[in-house]
């Protein structure tokens, strides 16, 4: 069998086994629904159970697509990010922009309370976190892998320090919760107009993320090569940036923050298909959507009281990415 063949393969179970989570997912939760009556809900046949309908596409259905989404969208950020930086222990988080976009959650969530403005807040200081990390990488006209790294380190650092201050003054009775609950990630509040809001940006994100598929592998390589080659890279390396950039901020203004998806999945995702990234980034969009679906269903399902989903996240990838850093010591061949 040729590479090409098994990966196509490979793919097609990928698709697979997303299919089989999102029925999964649709028939598990407190109220349980049985998967004929999910599968005649989407045929159109006569369903007896009432309810059924209300659960799955007023409730379920809208989690379930936000989840997948906000899954594929960190993975496939994770995997540009990764190559950008020719390292695979870096994710969306490398550049400040998940801690100054939580920040502006927290603010929101202090001073306003809507939840659309809190939306509009973290999004805007998602892409303020990420204009200072740039500017302070940006050394005479060049920047820097190293500085940008450093700059991201810096950024995160002070933005997590404006949220504990924000926590702090918050009112520990009410808007205290919030903001720690938000943080800690959950797709509990996610309606179908949060679908129609949130998802097409973060789609638009991987679609141009897939367009630059075969750039990078480019990339990767030293960057004397990548320019021979004929690579603007100071303007992929933008591109890459402000469009991972546009899905980490969505993300943390719909759902908070969502630990270890765009580090570890893309890491799986090399073990199963190799390094090529034409290959990596649908792989990355199946198993990261996939994953966020089950741990969303188990955040949900698994006691009365919904748990946060980075607690699910973290307590798997974590020691999951640990076992695969044991494996391979961190390269790119798992």
């Known amino acids: ?135 302070m990488g940006t050394h005479k006209g060049r920047t820097g892998i190293l500085m940008l790294v450093l700059s991201g380190i810096i950024v995160a650092a002070v933005f997590e320090a404006l949220t504990s201050l924000v926590k702090y003054l918050a009112d520990p009775e009410e808007k205290l919760p919030a903001i720690t609950y938000w943080l800690m990630g959950s797709l509990s509040s996610v309606t179908i107009k949060d679908v129609f809001t949130g998802a097409p940006a973060i789609c638009a994100g991987m679609v141009i993320l897939w367009v630059l598929r075969w750039h990078l592998n480019v990339i990767s390589l030293q960057e004397d090569e990548a320019i021979s080659l004929g690579l603007n890279l100071k303007r992929l390396r933008l591109i890459i940036i402000i469009t991972t950039t546009v899905i980490a901020a969505v993300t943390v203004s719909i759902c908070g923050i969502i630990s270890f998806v765009g580090l570890a999945v893309p890491h799986f995702a090399r073990m199963l298909v190799g390094n090529d990234n034409r290959q990596v980034i649908p792989a990355s969009i199946f198993l990261g959507g996939g994953f966020v679906v089950l741990m969303d269903t188990a955040a949900r399902s698994i006691s009365s009281a919904e748990i946060p989903l980075s607690i699910l996240t973290a307590s798997i990838g974590a020691p999951f990415f640990g076992m695969l850093l044991r494996r391979t010591g961190g390269s790119w061949h798992g």
């Open 1 to 135: 069998m040729t590479g090409d063949s098994k990966n196509v393969m490979l793919q097609g179970l990928f698709a697979f086994m997303v299919i089989s989570a999102v029925v999964l997912s649709l028939c598990i939760g407190r109220y349980r629904i049985h998967v004929y009556d999910v599968l005649c809900l989407f045929s159109g046949l006569p369903v007896a159970d009432t309810m059924a309908a209300n659960v799955v596409f007023g409730l379920r259905l809208p989690r379930i697509i936000m989840a997948f989404t906000v899954g594929a969208g960190l993975s496939t950020a994770g995997v540009s990010l990764q190559a950008m930086f020719g390292n695979p222990l870096v994710s969306s988080h490398i550049l400040g922009v998940s801690a100054s976009a939580g920040f502006g959650a927290a603010l929101g969530i202090l001073l306003l309370g809507n939840f659309w403005m809190i939306q509009g807040i973290a999004v805007l200081f998602g892409f303020i976190g990420m204009g200072i990390a740039y500017g």
